[in-house]
């Protein structure tokens, strides 16, 4: 009896369970392995042996997964270290995955978690285990290195663009000046941010300014970009990301507060809330800041169909070709043709991942740092097409625990 | 010749254009007026002259308005005084209507909006004038008197509800205690914040809390009921109202902050933020706030086709009686039946909207003021059914921008 285990790890994304049951489904068509394993709360939770086995379960609803936002199987912010500070960590590790009896260990995750699955690799050989780690990249950043992009991009991108497109039509029915701020995630990089350069109507770029963490914020330039759209237009769109930072480095969003509000508070948030206080203060009166939180990385209701896709096909892949693949690689999408669009899904050693950054190339900036060019605009594209295939019940989509 | 004139006021919401494109096609239909004039920004703009022929337009073009969100006419908060006091302004109205032979006025709006009409209809009693106005209500708040519901509550509805459900998945996939909190907007009354009540996984209720303006806010009360929950389940997902006030009518939203944040800043924000705060310095370790701002009634891409097809109809509905319902009065929403879910269109007088609030019922909220009944639910339910039939051009909804 040979068994396999997945897990999943780090921030979720709407599309991250689309792998996981992409892996599950292949397994159930070809039955390569006798069970699959579900670590719960990812390594972490294996640590502490918090296994289910999804074999187990009614295959009709573990393939709801599929179009269930969120990490379905839980997940953790646990990073393993070097096997001299932890050797016990990665012993027990090993005796789980003896006692169930597991061939093939499939991760789930970002640079932080294909940093696991390069020392859960290292360390097998280590100690002559003939265990398979093998990586699948999720994240809504999209900040991995080598890869086209990341499985959970597409969906955030479409979720963020189509945000700005419906506020922009919102911020402009008043016939007054005023300034509207999105705040993405993206951690050090503008890949979130720069995906609302495709919200457009008529062809035109709804949003006006996209700020990015590669380009270092300056307070004066970024008031005389917004006063001179002003001008020109009733109401400015703007796109943040969390990561803004200024020349020094030091994060937009720690910067001191301005004053106070008309009920004697200090005025304080993210970024996209210091930069209204910003504006506020240099005379700007109407200007509306949010912030798109965790809503931009969970709203399967809207994801992008490629992405579901693409999601579950690198899942289905590596299980499908677990054999073959070398322990401590991942499986990744390369894109072959942008138009019309063409991916095909490749592998690469984790180490090449694992703890690296990918930041937003310099040439799609634009010369005043505060847009994106055409360039990004076709990258960003076909990534968000097609709705998803959602099911309705009580008029709502149909989601599933299965913690 | 004879025209009429349709203008929209107030904040917009998803469906908004719904009621006024209901009007123009069924014009285009049944040829009633020779020309469908838009008021652009409301009645302000129509005291600026500032009018625009629909009919001169392309109509595939003023069609796609259907599905466009927030206020494609422009809006205005700009309210009539009695005439006693703004003669001027009436006598400049009336000029601009006999100017542009308008038969009808076709306003759409909340309650201020239906105030509008109201005094239209009465100054043209006074002044001989044979002008007809008439009423077609909006507003995700929901709070019109009489009416069963308002168009642009059930997208709102389904979106908050949406929202709950996605992030308290997203919520809940570490293995840490946490409460998760949204705040809906509502202004005075809690439809919209009760709506979260229909986001269910396996038919249990996701939200936990849900506080409402109609139960005054205790903060003491508030710190046992999130403690209690939290100690039988990992996630607390709570909804809130920005309308809440304590006893003696206070605003959470303005109330005192506490202490500074880890960078010196003194936290603030609105409910949402408040009660993020308290809790924090009560003990709890991990708590996310999210306002859902503007995105709660410009969110067409996931508008209810229920609430679409009801925008519709009341603004077709309202062009083809014209010539029968009488000056100042309304057209509105009727629930006959709600399982299944029917309707019907009735007419009222603006007299009995204008200016009034109807409040969440006392009887579909819980005992301990925290969370509301299975009444509730049932009335929510039809509201938000069907998903909107959006026409997608380049991956985004296909929206129209026609000012």
Known sequence: MKNCLIAQSGGPTSVINSSCIGVFEKNLELNIFDNVYAGLNGIEGILNENLSNLSKMDPKIVSKLKYTPASGLGSCRYKLKDIDICRDEYLKLFEVFKKYDIDTFFYIGGNDSMDTVKKLSKVGVELNSPIKFIGIPKTIDNDLAIMDHTPGYGSAAKFIATTALENSLDA??????????????GRDTGWLAASAVVARIDNKPVVDLIYLPEVPFDKVRFLENVKNKLEQKNTVVIVVSEGLRDKDGNFVSEMNSFGSDKFGHAQLGGVASYLKNLLKHSGVKKVRAVELSTLQRCSMHYASQTDIDEAYNLGAYALENSKSIESGHMVAVKRTSTTPYKSEIF?????????????????????????????????????????????????????????
Chains 1, 2 share one sequence.
């Open 172 to 185: 402009n029915v008043y016939d007054t000046k005023n300034v509207f701020i999105i705040e993405s995630m």
């Open 347 to 403: 592998t690469l050693h984790t180490e090449l991942v694992a703890n690296k950054v990918k930041y937003f190339p310099k040439e799609w900036i634009n010369e005043e740092g505060n847009n994106v060019t055409e360039d990004a605009y076709n990258y960003v594209l076909p990534l968000i097409l097609g709705q998803p295939k959602i099911q309705y019940e009580n008029g709502l989509p149909s989601y599933v625990s299965i913690r």
